[in-house]
Every structure is written in structure tokens, then in C-alpha cells.
């Protein structure tokens, strides 16, 4: 199977895919592209969170097909050239980052969260982040660090 | 000294590039992390690799009486299918005894235990391959309980017995009488570690015939020692790099992928990607023990102490992996953080059929502290004083003898940590008129609007060993070098210890930019080039590790002044190094690094000890077993629907004596991760075990707290330095993930007002139904 999708605003064609391959398989072991993480492949942690068409999705749950002819965005696509997104930048700043595993899922759902709610409370972040599973931080410097990124853009 | 973490008070105080000890200096490796580009174990990639999948046992215990690859190879795309008759060296792995096949040749133990691998071209492929071998098994009676397991006429998961180790320890007298006795027993399910990065690696193999290996781990070392025997191969031969890790909690000490990998590699002469995923992981490495405790306090009827009977029963499974030391923290430091004048304990680690248990964070000290926290609790209600000052009564203090007759020789903070997580302010009460439905027990699942909700309130303290205990040769390695690059000077330090998440690599460029005065410190990939630096267990890195990094930099210093002594004519003890310049006594700069050093490097490589542990007696388990302590007390608010058995945790609150803070954010970091771990344990995470197999091998049904049920936490750290230990530095990971859990357990007792002698606590122990 072929599949054409748009990654990171640049359209990308791969070969031979097998349709049983989940969007996240794709992305990970034939674009080159393993931002996206594969810490439980059942649509519970969050970690393979990926925008498809604006959505925020799991990329696990996905499959390959369902992606041919739309845009996903990654994790790899939130930075601006060299510089971070304030999410990515906070996130960072904040200690919200132990082992990493789950990050790139949790910049994603947070980034999503602070296009829709700007100034989110706290009740509003824990509701938002609530399918990404953290195992290091107790998750209090991942809200945080939310916390800091909706700061920042609101004087931005 | 002590810092505040309060949710309210937190400021952002990273501060990148700047950072020495006691700075928190932020990870150098964060930005990667944010930006998707860490190359973590599971992202490892080679244009002509293949993949290996493993075939597990379904059956607890099975006799193998044939197994037939032929289908499987004949599979388009399959590359190799290997058994045990594959393995070229011994077919036996274990951290503290051989005891694991590498792939099961004449019985299965456990299920899910490996029997046969599988290289092919493409995972899928591969997974059914695994699918058409044919194994023949006889299905075996299987030895699932504990107890049971411990009769001298059960079957024998080994020989010759299932005993894997008693510690015995008696101290004081043998038959202590009190006026107020109480005892309980106590149960502990088996919790997962759930790191979320999955086992997984690659190994290529080399034109030596030998292989490297690049995998996530949490001991390079003791890995390669395992695989070597396994594979019949030299160390020179076994090169092992660490790959990026996903968290560990222990989960990572045992091999997983590491031989398997290395097998397929080697026989198709292709490298080899193995990676796990949810499902397998549950069966790919080691869980917390579930635990049998049954406690005896005697006391005066002013609440003091007399004395201590204990019996913790640790179900290890089919093999021993780190059985005997989890048996020995268990039974060394299983009364808790306490001064008991008389004590008789007995710990037991025992094969059965059941999963393997091994490390997990807090190891042995976890399932104790349920058990003694509780009592205490009874003691208090008993004698009728504070639950609190029970615990200060009885606390451990400075100078104090533990019940293995060890001096506690530097801080021990029981009676003040549990004083300042007490008096720390508490969450609002419940909005009886206008609940949020968010913040009530189910939540928005609007199973209640206040009605039927009763908090409570807990209290727990521990002490933890820290670093490997028993007369164990704890070491780590550490190799350091300094130049000049590009007119700056640059230290570049090289170990082999397993970053995990906690933050070493931070911590040791902050002890460079401390030791030499650099300000750019390269931290070297961690490989087995490099000595050995031991476990990334046991909260050791930053005290074992951090020791080493920091000798090696002393060493590095002096042979520096010493050329530039040489070249200056002056003494060395009246040099100082500082950055780029060499200074005399007065702090006038007499040279600058760059004139000593010119093109060479200096370069120090330093094997360092903590003072040495001992091994206990055999009869009475006296002996000074550890090298450093670690205190840390919580307080736990609940809210409870008794109707319905729904637990909201409100509070979790924690302090903490770290000895000195060496990067106070990252401390801070591990308390609050920890203290979840312990959370979850009390209320939700539990492997379920039936008949030998695994019911709930999946997120979807072994839980871990997320960020919906884990509440703001005030943490406070004291720092109380250790003389005794670099920087003055205490272990740090283990405490809160021990002392978090009882708390939470007592706060549920307290708003339901019944025992609830098990953990993880269900809704029906609280329902009755």
C-alpha cells in the first residue's frame, strides 16, 4: 500500500506499507520521524498524541490509511525554525521533562489545549492532559509548565 | 536550610548553563526531549536491520516436550528462529544467581516466560512466525501461593526448595512482655514499575565476531556479565552502549531483550531491533513482590516501644532475580524509621509459579512500611495520644541504634519531617453547597455531589538504605578529561552509569563546572569502554556516581597544578585552579590553563568506594549492613464516597531530609514522581494474578495515577548534610515512593473507619461488597 500524507507541512509518499500498520508505525520506522512514542500502542497513554488534520489524535489508533490525503503534525513540527515553542520552551524551563517518554504526547495535548483556552485553570489542564500518562514527574512541574507557556503567551 | 516547593510558592529557578552544585542547572538534555529528537531505545534504526520478536510461555509451569520451528521458517520473510539449543554459552542469566534460561529448554516456570525467537524482516511478520511454532507442553501442576509454597512437601519450583532466602534477626530480649500488645496482618498486591519507554534495543553484530549492543538499562556492567556467559563471549567481545531510556524504577535491572537480541544478530549476521510492546512489557521484566506481613508491637501504655515480632513473606516467582537483597532490606529496615529496644523478625523471599519479582523503587522497604505505619496508627488510637506524636515518641534520632544494632550516624529527622508536614496548611474543605464535580471522588462520571463523602487524613514516615547494602563492592568509575577547544577550556567526563530520567547527566556537569571552574562539560555517551559504575538503583547515582565524577575531577586538578608547578617553579598545594586561569595563594593568576596544558589533555579515570557495608549474622541479622540512610514523612488528605468506595486523594504532602540539595528542582522533581508511585500502589495499581496468570496486562487495566488523580503537592526539602557522603549528599528517588502510599492508606482508614489491611485498597474493601 501506498500511502501520501502531508507531515510537517511537507507531503511525504511511502511504499509498501502493510494496512495493518498504525499511523504512529508510519511515522516512527518509515518517515524517520520517531518523535511520536510507542509506550503503550492501545490509545491509553497518550505518547503517540499527533494532530491529524488539526485534531489532536493517537497516532496508535490510527491507521496508516486513514492518514493518506491529510495533514498530520507531529512533534517534530511545533518548533519555529531553531527556536522552541513556549510550551517546548516551559516544559524544559519547568523540570516537566524526567525520562521523556511521555513529552512529546504531553507538548502536543498541551499545545492543543492552549490554542483552545489561552489561560486555562487548573481544573481546565488536568482535564486536558488527563489522557497523557506521566510515570517520573507526579505531573505538578507539568503543570507548571502549562501553567508558564499560557503566561507567556498571554503578554506575547 | 530548607527549600519550599509549595505549588503556590514555586518559582521557575533553572537557570541554563550556569549551574554548579546546588544549582538547578536544567537538563542538557531537555531540549531534545521537547523537540521529539532524543533517540530513546525503541527509535533506534539501521538501514539493513531486522526485527526479533520472543515467544512466551501461556503456561505457569509446563514440562517442553518438543517444539517445532519448521512452519515458522517457512514464513516469507523470516530470517532466523532460534531455541535454547541455539544457545551458545551457558543458557542460564540472573542478577544474583544463573538461575533463568535464556530461552526455556526442558520446563516453563512462569507464564509468559521465553521459549523461542524470531528475526524477519518486518514485526508483523515475524509475531506470526512466532505464531506457527509448535510447542508441546505438558501442562504441570503450579505453586501460585506464597504460603503454600513454603511447605516442605510443595512441589519444588527449584531444587532443591523453594526457600530463597530467611533473614533471621533477633535483638534485645527473647521473650519481651508489655502491657499493650496489638497485631494485624497485612497483604500487598504485585505493582508494576510501568516506565512507559518499552524493553527494547539493537544489537549489531561485528566483524570480530563479537557484538554491540545499545540498549536501555539501568546497569551496563552487570548486563554484560550476564550476556557474555550467555553468549560464550570475552567481555572485549560484548560492547554495550546505553540507548536512551524510558524510566526504569528498577524494571530494567534484569535483562530483557539484551541476549535474545544478540542471539538473532549473530546468527543472521544482520542487525537486530528488538522492542516490546504494552503487553509484553508486563511480562518482560520484574514486578514489585506481593507481600504476606504479619505485625506484633508490644508497647508501655504511654505508647513507647518495647518491642517488635515481624513476619514478611515476599512472593519472589519463578526465578530469584534480586529476591535475596529485596529479603534483606525487608527484614533490616521492614519496623520503619523506630527505636525498639527488642526485636524478632523474619523475612522470607520463596520461588513459585508466579511472575518473577525483583527491584522496584523503595525494594522491600515499600511493602513493610503498609504494614508498620498501620500499626502505628492502632498504637496511637490504643494508648490514646496523636497519631503524629506516636511517631515522634518512637522516632529514630541521631546516634540512635537500628534493629540490625547499626549506629545511625548522621541526620535523622523523624520527629521534625513529620512536625512540618503536619503543620503545613490544609486543602479548603469540601464546597458542600456548590461541589466542582471535578474535584469529588468519580468526578465527572457525577456518581455523587457531596453526599456520602467523608475525608480523612494520614500520616506515614520511612527510612531507606541508600547504595547497595551487605558488604557488597559498591563502586562506580569515572573518567574525566580537560583541554582546550577552541581557546575554551572543556571537560569532558565518561562513565558508564544509566541515566534514566533522574538527572544524572545534569548533576555530572555540575560537579565538573564545580571541581574545575569549566563552564562547558561534555557528558560521553555511556558505554562499556569505561569501569564499571554500578546499579542505577537504590538512589546511588548521584552519591556513588557523583562521588566518582567528583574524585576523578580532584585527580584531574591535581595533575594540572602539578605541570603547571613544574613549569612555574612553585609548589602545587599553593596553585589553585580555577576555569582558565592557575592562581597562586593570594589569587593572583599566574598562568592561564591554556599556557599549562597547550595541546594536551589531562585526563584522570578514578574507581570510587562509599565505606564499606558488612554482612549480617546469620542468626541474629546484626551487623552494620548499610552505608546511609534516607528519611521522609507524608501527609495524605482523602475524600472518600463510603457509598460508593470512590477515593479522591486531596492533598499529598511531603518533607524530606536530602543531606544537600545538589540540584534542588531535580530533588524536587523525584519527590513528587516518587510520591505518586506510592499513591498508586495504595489505590489502584496492582498486576492481578490468578491461578498464575496475569489478568490485566495493559493500561487499559492496570492502572497508574494520572494528572486527574494525583493532587497538589507541598513538598519540603531539608538538607541536613551527610558527613560522611560527597557534597554531603543523601539518596533521594526511594522515600517518598515508601512513605507516600501508608499515608494515603491511613487517610482512607481514617475517613471509612475500617481496617483495610490490604493495598492497593478497592472500592469494595471500602463498600463491603
Known amino acids: 500500500m501506498r500511502v501520501t500524507?502531508?507531515?510537517?507541512?511537507?507531503?511525504?509518499?511511502?511504499?509498501?506499507?502493510?494496512?495493518?500498520?498504525?499511523?504512529?508505525?508510519?511515522?516512527?520506522?518509515?518517515?524517520?520521524?520517531?518523535?511520536?512514542?510507542?509506550?503503550?500502542?492501545?490509545?491509553?497513554?497518550?505518547?503517540?498524541?499527533?494532530?491529524?488534520?488539526?485534531?489532536?489524535v493517537c497516532s496508535c489508533l490510527v491507521a496508516a490509511g486513514q492518514a493518506i490525503g491529510r495533514e498530520v503534525t507531529t512533534v517534530e513540527g511545533l518548533a519555529d525554525g531553531g527556536s522552541l515553542h513556549p510550551v517546548q520552551q516551559a516544559f524544559v524551563e519547568c523540570g516537566a521533562v524526567q525520562c521523556g517518554f511521555c513529552t512529546p504526547g504531553l507538548v502536543v495535548a498541551a499545545h492543543d489545549l492552549l490554542e483552545r483556552v489561552p489561560s486555562p485553570s487548573d481544573l481546565e489542564i488536568r482535564e486536558a492532559l488527563a489522557g497523557n500518562l506521566c510515570r517520573c514527574t507526579g505531573y505538578e512541574k507539568i503543570l507548571d509548565a502549562v501553567r508558564l507557556a499560557a503566561d507567556r503567551q498571554a503578554q506575547a | 536550610m530548607s527549600t519550599d516547593a509549595g505549588t503556590t510558592t514555586r518559582t521557575v529557578t533553572g537557570v541554563e548553563g550556569t549551574g554548579r552544585v546546588g544549582d538547578s542547572a536544567l537538563r542538557p538534555d531537555g531540549t531534545l526531549k521537547v523537540t521529539g529528537e532524543f533517540a530513546y531505545a525503541s527509535d533506534l534504526w539501521h538501514d539493513e536491520m531486522a526485527w526479533g520478536v520472543t515467544l512466551r510461555s501461556p503456561h505457569p509451569h509446563a514440562r517442553i516436550k518438543g517444539i517445532d520451528i519448521t512452519d515458522a521458517?517457512?514464513?516469507?520473510?523470516?530470517?532466523?528462529?532460534?531455541?535454547?539449543?541455539?544457545?551458545?554459552?551457558?543458557?542460564?542469566?540472573?542478577?544474583?544467581?544463573?538461575?533463568?534460561?535464556?530461552?526455556?529448554?526442558?520446563?516453563?516456570?512462569?507464564?509468559?516466560?521465553?521459549?523461542?525467537?524470531?528475526?524477519?524482516?518486518?514485526?508483523?511478520?515475524?509475531?506470526?512466525?512466532?505464531?506457527?511454532?509448535?510447542?508441546?507442553?505438558?501442562?504441570?501442576?503450579?505453586?501460585?501461593?506464597?504460603?503454600?509454597?513454603?511447605?516442605?512437601?510443595?512441589?519444588?519450583?527449584?531444587?532443591?526448595?523453594?526457600?530463597?532466602?530467611?533473614?533471621?534477626?533477633?535483638?534485645?530480649?527473647?521473650?519481651?512482655?508489655?502491657?499493650?500488645?496489638?497485631?494485624?496482618?497485612f497483604e500487598v498486591g504485585m505493582q508494576d514499575q510501568a516506565f512507559l519507554g518499552p524493553e527494547s534495543g539493537l544489537a549489531v553484530p561485528a566483524e570480530d565476531g563479537g557484538i554491540d549492543l545499545y540498549v536501555a538499562t539501568q546497569w551496563l556492567h552487570v548486563d554484560q556479565r550476564q550476556i557474555c556467559l550467555a553468549l560464550g563471549l570475552p567481555p572485549e567481545k560484548v560492547r554495550?552502549?546505553?540507548?536512551?531510556?524510558?524510566?526504569?524504577?528498577?524494571?530494567?535491572?534484569?535483562?530483557?531483550?539484551?541476549?535474545?537480541?544478540?542471539?538473532?544478530?549473530?546468527?543472521?549476521?544482520?542487525?537486530?531491533?528488538?522492542?516490546?510492546?504494552?503487553?509484553?512489557?508486563?511480562?518482560?521484566?520484574?514486578?514489585?513482590?506481593?507481600?504476606?506481613?504479619?505485625?506484633?508491637?508490644?508497647?508501655?501504655?504511654?505508647?513507647?516501644l518495647v518491642y517488635a515480632k515481624a513476619s514478611v513473606i515476599l512472593d519472589g516467582g519463578a526465578y530469584a532475580s534480586s529476591t535475596g537483597a529485596v529479603v534483606g532490606n525487608a527484614g533490616t529496615l521492614g519496623l520503619g524509621p523506630y527505636r525498639f529496644p527488642s526485636v524478632a523478625v523474619d523475612a522470607y523471599g520463596v520461588f513459585t509459579n508466579n511472575p518473577p519479582c525483583g527491584a522496584m523503587r523503595g525494594f522491600g522497604c515499600v511493602q513493610a512500611a503498609f504494614a508498620h505505619e498501620a500499626l502505628m496508627d492502632e498504637l496511637a488510637d490504643t494508648v490514646g495520644i496523636d497519631r503524629v506524636a506516636i511517631r515522634q515518641l518512637n522516632g529514630m534520632r541521631e546516634g540512635d541504634l537500628n534493629i540490625t544494632g547499626q549506629v545511625i550516624d548522621s541526620a535523622a529527622p523523624v520527629a521534625e519531617l513529620?512536625?512540618?508536614?503536619?503543620?503545613?496548611?490544609l486543602p479548603a474543605p469540601l464546597d458542600a453547597a456548590a461541589p466542582d464535580l471535578r474535584t469529588l471522588p468519580g468526578a465527572v462520571g457525577n456518581t455523587t455531589h457531596g453526599e456520602g463523602v467523608v475525608r480523612g487524613v494520614g500520616y506515614a514516615v520511612t527510612y531507606k538504605n541508600?547504595?547497595?547494602?551487605?558488604?557488597?563492592?559498591?563502586?562506580?568509575?569515572?573518567?574525566?578529561?580537560?583541554?582546550?577547544?577552541?581557546?575554551?577550556?572543556?571537560?569532558?567526563?565518561?562513565?558508564?552509569?544509566?541515566?534514566?530520567?533522574?538527572?544524572?547527566?545534569?548533576?555530572?556537569?555540575?560537579?565538573?563546572?564545580?571541581?574545575?571552574?569549566?563552564?562547558?562539560?561534555?557528558?560521553?555517551?555511556?558505554?562499556?569502554?569505561?569501569?564499571?559504575?554500578?546499579?542505577?538503583?537504590?538512589?546511588?547515582?548521584?552519591?556513588?556516581?557523583?562521588?566518582?565524577?567528583?574524585?576523578?575531577?580532584?585527580?584531574?586538578?591535581?595533575?594540572?597544578l602539578q605541570r603547571a608547578a613544574v613549569a612555574l617553579g612553585r609548589p602545587a598545594v599553593q596553585l589553585r585552579l580555577d576555569g582558565e586561569k592557575i592562581a597562586g595563594a593570594s589569587g593572583e593568576v599566574l598562568a592561564t590553563l591554556g599556557n599549562v596544558l597547550g595541546d594536551d589533555a589531562v585526563e584522570e579515570t578514578v574507581e570510587w568506594r562509599h565505606r564499606p557495608t558488612h554482612a549480617i549474622d546469620v542468626e541474629t541479622g546484626q551487623g552494620d549492613a548499610h552505608v546511609q540512610f534516607a528519611f521522609s514523612a507524608h501527609r495524605a488528605v482523602v475524600d472518600v464516597d463510603v457509598e460508593l468506595g470512590l477515593v479522591k486523594v486531596v492533598a499529598l504532602d511531603t518533607a524530606q531530609d536530602v543531606g544537600t540539595a545538589l540540584n534542588p528542582d531535580a530533588v524536587v522533581g523525584q519527590i513528587h514522581g516518587g510520591s505518586a508511585q506510592g499513591m498508586g500502589l495504595a489505590l489502584m495499581e496492582e498486576i492481578v494474578v490468578t491461578d498464575g496468570h496475569v489478568r490485566n496486562p495493559s493500561f487499559t487495566d492496570y492502572l497508574i495515577p494520572t494528572i486527574l488523580d494525583m493532587p497538589p503537592m507541598q513538598v519540603r526539602v531539608l538538607e541536613y548534610a551527610d558527613p560522611h557522603a560527597p557534597y554531603g549528599v543523601r539518596g533521594v528517588g526511594e522515600p517518598p515512593t515508601i512513605s507516600s502510599g501508608p499515608a494515603v492508606a491511613a487517610a482512607v482508614r481514617a475517613a471509612v473507619g475500617k481496617p483495610l489491611r490490604r493495598v492497593p485498597i478497592r472500592p469494595e474493601h471500602i463498600t463491603d461488597t
Open chain 1, 5 to 56: 500524507t502531508t507531515v510537517n507541512g511537507t507531503e511525504r509518499e511511502v511504499d509498501d506499507v502493510w494496512p495493518g500498520e498504525s499511523l504512529l508505525y508510519v511515522l516512527r520506522e518509515r518517515m524517520g520521524l520517531p518523535g511520536s512514542k510507542n509506550a503503550c500502542e492501545q490509545g491509553e497513554c497518550g505518547s503517540c498524541t499527533v494532530y491529524l488534520d488539526g485534531e489532536p
Open chain 2, 73 to 185: 521458517l517457512t514464513v516469507p520473510g523470516v530470517w532466523a528462529v532460534l531455541t535454547a539449543a541455539d544457545v551458545p554459552g551457558e543458557n542460564a542469566f540472573g542478577l544474583e544467581h544463573a538461575d533463568q534460561p535464556v530461552l526455556a529448554s526442558e520446563f516453563v516456570r512462569y507464564e509468559g516466560e521465553p521459549v523461542a525467537l524470531v528475526a524477519a524482516d518486518h514485526p508483523e511478520t515475524a509475531r506470526r512466525a512466532a505464531q506457527r511454532i509448535r510447542v508441546d507442553y505438558e501442562v504441570l501442576p503450579a505453586v501460585t501461593d506464597a504460603r503454600r509454597a513454603m511447605d516442605p512437601d510443595a512441589p519444588a519450583v527449584h531444587r532443591p526448595g523453594n526457600l530463597v532466602r530467611h533473614l533471621r534477626l533477633r535483638r534485645g530480649e527473647p521473650d519481651p512482655v508489655a502491657p499493650v500488645v496489638l497485631s494485624l496482618d
Open chain 2, 240 to 304: 554495550l552502549t546505553l540507548a536512551g531510556v524510558g524510566g526504569a524504577f528498577g524494571g530494567r535491572e534484569d535483562l530483557s531483550i539484551h541476549v535474545h537480541a544478540c542471539l538473532l544478530a549473530l546468527r543472521i549476521g544482520k542487525p537486530v531491533k528488538m522492542s516490546y510492546g504494552r503487553e509484553e512489557s508486563f511480562f518482560g521484566h520484574v514486578h514489585r513482590h506481593p507481600a504476606a506481613l504479619t505485625y506484633e508491637f508490644g508497647a508501655e501504655r504511654d505508647g513507647t
Open chain 2, 418 to 425: 513529620l512536625q512540618i508536614v503536619a503543620d503545613m496548611p
Open chain 2, 466 to 560: 541508600v547504595a547497595f547494602s551487605e558488604g557488597f563492592d559498591d563502586y562506580s568509575t569515572a573518567r574525566v578529561r580537560l583541554e582546550m577547544t577552541g581557546g575554551e577550556p572543556v571537560a569532558t567526563v565518561h562513565t558508564a552509569a544509566a541515566e534514566v530520567g533522574q538527572g544524572l547527566i545534569t548533576l555530572q556537569q555540575q560537579i565538573c563546572r564545580t571541581e574545575l571552574g569549566v563552564q562547558r562539560v561534555v557528558v560521553a555517551p555511556s558505554d562499556t569502554s569505561v569501569g564499571s559504575a554500578g546499579s542505577t538503583s537504590a538512589s546511588r547515582q548521584t552519591y556513588v556516581t557523583g562521588g566518582a565524577v567528583k574524585a576523578a575531577c580532584e585527580a584531574v586538578r591535581a595533575a594540572v
